[in-house]
C-alpha cells in the first residue's frame, strides 16, 4: 500500500532573488496511512509551511508531494480543493466557526460543498456531533459554546466528509488542559478507528500523546521518527 | 454547491447583520424610489398636458398674431393685424372649415347689484361652443343675431355664476361691466382651466359688443383685434389642408411678401411641444434618478469590499473545507444581488407611495409605470451584479492559508 503522505525532496521557497526564503529545503517524509503523529518545531523552523503543502493549500516550489498516491505538485486550483473537501479534515487552533451558523450548520458545510443531498447532510452531521459528545448543543450558535465544545464541533465537521487525513494545527492551543484532555482523547478515538492524524503543536505534553514525532528545523526535518517517550530529548536537540 | 444553498446561505449572512444589509440597501431604495416616483411625476405631468390639450376641442387649429420669432422674442410689439373680418373670410372662404370661433379677452370688474368679481371677459361669437367643445348648464348661448345687433348680452361661466349670483337664478339678471349692462342669457357647463385659461371663471359676449362697448380705443386699424382665432377642421385629415388654406388666404388679406403676421398652431404642433418638453423633463427626473441608483450601486459595492475584507478567515476556512473560487465568486454575488434586488423592491414600493401621495396632492394622475417597475428592479439587480463583481472576485482569489492567518 502507497503511504498517504511522501514528499520527495520538497522545497517551498518564498520570494525572489536576494530575499529569497526557503521554508523548506529538500524534505524527505513519509507518513503511513494510520499514523497518529505530531509535527514540532521551533518557531520558523518549516512546520506551518509543511502543514500547508501537507494540507494541499499550498504548493511545492520544487519536489514531488504525494498524498494518496497522487502528484500534488501537478494538481489545479480545483483539483485541490477537491482533495481538500473530500480528503482531508482541518481542526484550527481559532476554531474557524462561523459565528452566523449554529454548530450543524457548521459541520453540514464541507458536505454543501461536496454536493452531499440536503437530508443526508443533517443525518451525518448529527451523527458527526454525536460522535464529539455534543448531540445536544447541534442548534447551538458557536457564542453560545465554550472553547472545548466549539473545537469539537470543528472536529466534527472535520471528520464529516469522511477523510483519509486530520490535519490539525495546534489544535488545543487556546484550550485550558482539562478541555485539551477531551480534544486528544476524540482524536485518539479517531486514530484508533483508523483515520490519519496529523497535528502541527508545540507542546510537548501534548505531542507525547502520539505515536511519532516529526522534528522541524530550518525547514529541514531534523528528526523524523523521533519517540514520543524520549519527550524530554527535546527540550535539547541536537 | 447548488443556486437555493447559495441563497439560503447569502440570506442567512444578510440577516446575521440586519443593520449593515438594511444601510447597504438604503442607497438603492433611495435609487429606486426616486426612478419610479422621477418617471411616475414625469408621465403623469406629461398625460395632464395631453389631456388639458385634448379639452382644447378636435381637430382645432388656432391662428394666433405675430410670427414665430416676434412670439418668441417677446417684448416685440405683436401686430394688431389679426382680425374679426379674418375670422369671417376663413369661415367663408375656406372649404374644410366648419367652424370659427375669434376671441379677445380683457380682465375687468363683473357687477351684480352689490357684488362684484374680477375675471376673464371673452368677445366671440356664436360658434365658439361647438369649435372649443363647450356645452349649455343652463339658457341658450350666443346667437349670429346677438352678434349682428351687438346685442347687449352675456353667458357665464360656471364659476362666474357661482360667485356673483350665490342663490338667485342668474338668467335674466344684468351684470355691469365698465358701465355697460348686460344681459344674462345661458350658463356654460364646468369645463375646468386649460393651459391656463379657465372659461368657467369667465364671461362671454359678442366679440362686436365687446369691441364697440368695452374694448373701444383698443380698436386696430385694420377692425377688430383678436387675440386669436380657434378654427375647427372637417375631419383629422383635412387639418393640415385647412392649415395651408388659411395661411394662403390670410397672407392673401394681409398683403404678405416676405414674412406672415400670423401664425397657425394645431392641436398636434402643441401635443408635440408639450410632448417634447415633459419628455425631456422625464428624462432629466430619471437621469437624476439614476444617479443616485449608480451611487446606490457603488454603496453596495464599498460595504462588500469591506464585508470582503472583515470575512476574510471565513472565506479562508470556506476556501479550506472545500469552497472553489466559484463557490464563493457566486456567494458574495449572490449577496450583493440580494441586497440590490431587496432594496429595488422596498424602493419600488416607496415610490409607489410617493407618487400615490403625489397623485393626491397635485393634479397630476402620476401613473405607475409597469415598465418603470421592471426597468427599476432589473436595473438595480444590473447594479448589484456588476457592483458586486469586483468585490466578490477579490473574495474568491484571496489564498486560504492567507487569508486563515489574518487576525
Not at chain 1, 520570494?15 to 524534505?27: C, F, I, K, R, S
Not at chain 2, 346667437?143 to 362666474?160: I, N
Not at chain 2, 345661458?186 to 382651466?193: D, E, P, T, Y
Not at chain 2, 403625489?358 to 436595473?379: D, K
Request: a neutral charge; one cysteine or more.
Amino acid at each position: 500500500m502507497t503511504p498517504l503522505i511522501q514528499f520527495q525532496q520538497v522545497s517551498k521557497v518564498y520570494g525572489m532573488g536576494n530575499t529569497e526564503v526557503h521554508a523548506l529545503w529538500q524534505v524527505d517524509l513519509t507518513i503511513s496511512r494510520g499514523e497518529y503523529c505530531a509535527i514540532m518545531g521551533p518557531s520558523g523552523s518549516g512546520k506551518s509551511t509543511a502543514m500547508n503543502v501537507i494540507g494541499c493549500l499550498d504548493r511545492p516550489t520544487s519536489g514531488s508531494y504525494y498524498f494518496d498516491g497522487e502528484n500534488v505538485a501537478a494538481l489545479d486550483d480545483t483539483a485541490l480543493t477537491h482533495i481538500r473537501n473530500r480528503k482531508i479534515g482541518f481542526v484550527f487552533q481559532q476554531f474557524h466557526l462561523l459565528p452566523q451558523l449554529t454548530a450543524l450548520e457548521n459541520v453540514m458545510l464541507p458536505m454543501v460543498y461536496a454536493g452531499v443531498p440536503a437530508a443526508e447532510r443533517r443525518d451525518r452531521a448529527t451523527r458527526a456531533l454525536q460522535q464529539v459528545g455534543l448531540g445536544d448543543r447541534i442548534v447551538n450558535k458557536p457564542t453560545q459554546l465554550s472553547g472545548g465544545q466549539q473545537q469539537r464541533v470543528a472536529i466534527a465537521r472535520a471528520i464529516v466528509n469522511c477523510p483519509l487525513l486530520i490535519l490539525a494545527d495546534e489544535p488545543t492551543g487556546a484550550l485550558d488542559s482539562h478541555t485539551t484532555q477531551e480534544v486528544l482523547t476524540i482524536f485518539e478515538e479517531l486514530h484508533q478507528s483508523g483515520i490519519t492524524v496529523v497535528m502541527v503543536t508545540h507542546e510537548p505534553e501534548v505531542a507525547k500523546h502520539t505515536q511519532r514525532i516529526v522534528w522541524f528545523r530550518d525547514g529541514q526535518v531534523i528528526e523524523p521518527h523521533l519517540n514520543p517517550k524520549d519527550i524530554g530529548a527535546l527540550t535539547a536537540p541536537a | 454547491m447548488d443556486f437555493t444553498e447559495s441563497l439560503q446561505m447569502a440570506v442567512k449572512t444578510l440577516t446575521a447583520n440586519k443593520l449593515r444589509s438594511s444601510l447597504t440597501m438604503l442607497g438603492i431604495i433611495i435609487g429606486n424610489a426616486s426612478v419610479i416616483a422621477m418617471v411616475g411625476i414625469g408621465e403623469g405631468a406629461q398625460k395632464y398636458i395631453n389631456e388639458q390639450l385634448q379639452t382644447l376641442g378636435p381637430n382645432v387649429l388656432f391662428i394666433v398674431p405675430g410670427n414665430r420669432q416676434t412670439r418668441e422674442l417677446g417684448g416685440l410689439e405683436i401686430p394688431r393685424t389679426l382680425v374679426v373680418a379674418d375670422a369671417d373670410a376663413i369661415q367663408a372662404q375656406v372649404p374644410t372649415v366648419v367652424g370659427v370661433a375669434p376671441e379677445f379677452s380683457s380682465r375687468d370688474l363683473i357687477v351684480f347689484r352689490n357684488r362684484s368679481a374680477n375675471a376673464s371677459v371673452v368677445g366671440t361669437n356664436e360658434q365658439f361652443l361647438t369649435v372649443r367643445s363647450f356645452e349649455m348648464a343652463q339658457g341658450r348661448f350666443l346667437s349670429k343675431l346677438d352678434l349682428d345687433r351687438h346685442s347687449q348680452v352675456a353667458v357665464l361661466g360656471a364659476t362666474l355664476a357661482e360667485r356673483l349670483f350665490d342663490q338667485t337664478p342668474p338668467i335674466g339678471q344684468s351684470i355691469r361691466i365698465r358701465g355697460a349692462s348686460f344681459e344674462i342669457v345661458g350658463i356654460m357647463a364646468r369645463k375646468g382651466s386649460n393651459l391656463g385659461l379657465d372659461y368657467d371663471d369667465a364671461v362671454i359676449l359678442p366679440i362686436t359688443t365687446q369691441a364697440s362697448r368695452l374694448v373701444g380705443q383698443r380698436q386696430s386699424p385694420y377692425g377688430i383685434e383678436v387675440a386669436f382665432i380657434s378654427v375647427s377642421a372637417e375631419s383629422r385629415e383635412s387639418m393640415s389642408r385647412a392649415e395651408f388654406q388659411i395661411t394662403n388666404l390670410l397672407r392673401l388679406r394681409h398683403n404678405i411678401r416676405d414674412e406672415d403676421d400670423f401664425f397657425i398652431q394645431s392641436q398636434d404642433t402643441l401635443l408635440n411641444i408639450a410632448g417634447t418638453i415633459t419628455g425631456a423633463l422625464t428624462v432629466m427626473l430619471a437621469a437624476i434618478a439614476g444617479i443616485s441608483l449608480l451611487v446606490g450601486g457603488i454603496g453596495i459595492m464599498n460595504i462588500m469590499l469591506v464585508s470582503v475584507r472583515e470575512r476574510t478567515q471565513e472565506i479562508g476556512l470556506r476556501k479550506a473545507i472545500g469552497a472553489s473560487q466559484q463557490d464563493i465568486l457566486a456567494q458574495f454575488l449572490i449577496e450583493a444581488i440580494i441586497l440590490s434586488i431587496a432594496g429595488g423592491i422596498v424602493g419600488t414600493g416607496l415610490g409607489i407611495s410617493g407618487i400615490l401621495v403625489i397623485s393626491t396632492l397635485t393634479p397630476f394622475e402620476a401613473g405607475v409605470s409597469m415598465g418603470a417597475i421592471a426597468i427599476a428592479v432589473g436595473v438595480s439587480g444590473g447594479i448589484g451584479l456588476f457592483f458586486g463583481v469586483f468585490p466578490a472576485r477579490q473574495a474568491a482569489k484571496l489564498d486560504p492559508i492567507v487569508a486563515l492567518r489574518t487576525a
